[in-house]
């Protein structure tokens, strides 16, 4: 009986570390996602930008998210078992440095560039290696990896206007996750993503990962219209000033915490993840109804929480189900989906803008509930991969 309770034991700490240093990973990376479009309006200060041009900023970024999206796996492939890691934060340290220290617009956007490259190429293996460690508790901990991430992406702003308040240097809030990076990459297990994994010969993703793959990208722009727009949507809608349009909209990024909090506490962990998706599409359509109808500032704060709680689940829990699906062929699987999201990022919220100059933000809004039925229709025809079948079959264990 001893045996039998030590070897449990030994195998959970044995994933342990593998799972809390790519938790860690992607904590500082959502930090400095949120913290480099925060930090655009001090860059268009300091090197005298146009708005344009400071916008540039968040498409060198997004292009490349995109560029590790399309070639991330196949550099690993050529790479020592977690050299990929190795990479990302190389392309992340010296994409934060190109940043705090640009003296022209070109410096600063090969920086953004550069971070976008090592953000992706972080992604794709942290978030292969959280399904391989976490085996059946795949959904709930990417949930959870993707709460804390949230958190700190939360905290980026605010480290941002103490470091520019306090100390009159914003640059040092973003030059802070250079020390953990370093210190994760030093600790980190070696054998993180196994070199076998790695060099397999490369298998095709099956059809029920391609169609997770169409909701992921629906997903993520569903989230980064709500991210862009959702502010301007609400000083239209409501009178409200810019200040306080802005403060509503982060009850967005408050929705999409809790709802991923909620999630990773178990909420979607006993359910089917068809029901958590479809469900957190449903919310996206309610609280975009709500800032879409409403001109009562409390109905749209109601409705941009909604729209975040909504979100929450779509990223993380569509991953897991996709990665499952494929499990020979995880790394590109991650690798496609990063790819995934860097198309959204770049394409949804400017699509929403040139349909928003043509009939109005208000009149292109409902675009949102569009994309959320699309999303639905998607899952309700998705086929069900082999492993999701047999994992619903599975007997649920007493804790």
């Known amino acids: 009986m001893a045996a039998q309770r030590t070897a449990p034991a030994s195998a959970a700490s044995s994933r342990l570390r593998p799972t809390w240093v790519s938790v860690a990973y992607l904590t500082v990376?959502?930090?400095?996602?949120?913290?480099?479009?925060?930090?655009?309006?001090?860059?268009?200060?300091?090197?005298?930008?146009?708005?344009?041009?400071?916008?540039?900023?968040?498409?060198?970024?997004?292009?490349?998210?995109?560029?590790?999206?399309?070639?991330?796996?196949?550099?690993?492939?050529?790479?020592?078992?977690?050299?990929?890691?190795?990479?990302?934060?190389?392309?992340?340290?010296?994409?934060?440095?190109?940043?705090?220290l640009a003296p022209v617009l070109p410096i600063s956007l090969l920086g953004a560039f550069l971070i976008g490259v090592g953000g992706g190429a972080l992604g794709t293996q942290a978030n292969v290696q959280l399904i391989r460690s976490s085996g059946d508790d795949s959904?709930?901990?990417?949930?959870?990896?993707?709460?804390?991430?949230?958190?700190?992406?939360?905290?980026?702003?605010?480290?941002?206007?103490?470091?520019?308040?306090?100390?009159?240097?914003?640059?040092?809030a973003m030059i802070v996750p250079v020390v953990p990076f370093l210190v994760l990459t030093a600790i980190r297990p070696r054998d993180s993503v196994r070199t076998e994994a790695v060099r397999m010969r490369r298998a095709s993703l099956p059809g029920p990962y391609w169609f997770m793959w169409l909701l992921l990208v629906l997903g993520v722009s569903i989230e980064f219209s709500f991210v862009f727009w959702g502010s301007t949507m609400v000083g239209r809608q409501t009178g409200v000033s810019d200040a306080d349009s802005s403060l509503l909209a982060s009850l967005f990024v408050a929705g999409m915490f809790a709802g991923r909090a909620a999630i990773g506490r178990g909420l979607g962990g006993q359910r089917s993840p068809r029901l958590v998706l479809s469900t957190g599409l449903l919310v996206v359509v309610v609280g975009a109804s709500l800032v879409w109808a409403s001109s009562a500032p409390a109905l749209s704060a109601l409705g941009l929480f909604l729209g975040g709680a909504g979100t929450a689940g779509l990223w993380p829990v569509g991953l897991a189900v996709a990665l499952r699906s494929a499990p020979k062929a995880q790394l590109e699987g991650s690798a496609r989906a990063t790819f995934a999201s860097g198309v959204a990022v770049f394409a949804a919220p400017s699509a929403l803008g040139l349909l928003a100059d043509e009939v109005g933000v208000v009149s292109a809004w409902p675009i949102i509930g569009v994309l959320a039925a699309a999303a639905l229709v998607v899952l309700a025809v998705a086929p069900r991969s082999r492993e999701e079948t047999s994992g619903e079959r599975r007997p649920t264990q007493p804790s």
């Open 29 to 100: 990376w959502g930090y400095i996602l949120y913290g480099i479009g925060n930090a655009t309006p001090y860059l268009r200060t300091d090197l005298r930008l146009t708005d344009f041009e400071a916008g540039l900023h968040a498409s060198a970024l997004a292009i490349g998210v995109v560029s590790a999206g399309a070639t991330a796996d196949a550099i690993a492939r050529r790479l020592p078992s977690g050299g990929l890691l190795d990479v990302a934060v190389a392309s992340l340290v010296s994409g934060i440095a190109f940043v705090v």
């Open 139 to 172: 959904r709930r901990v990417m949930a959870e990896a993707a709460a804390v991430s949230m958190l700190a992406a939360g905290a980026a702003p605010l480290a941002l206007g103490l470091a520019a308040s306090g100390l009159h240097a914003w640059r040092v």
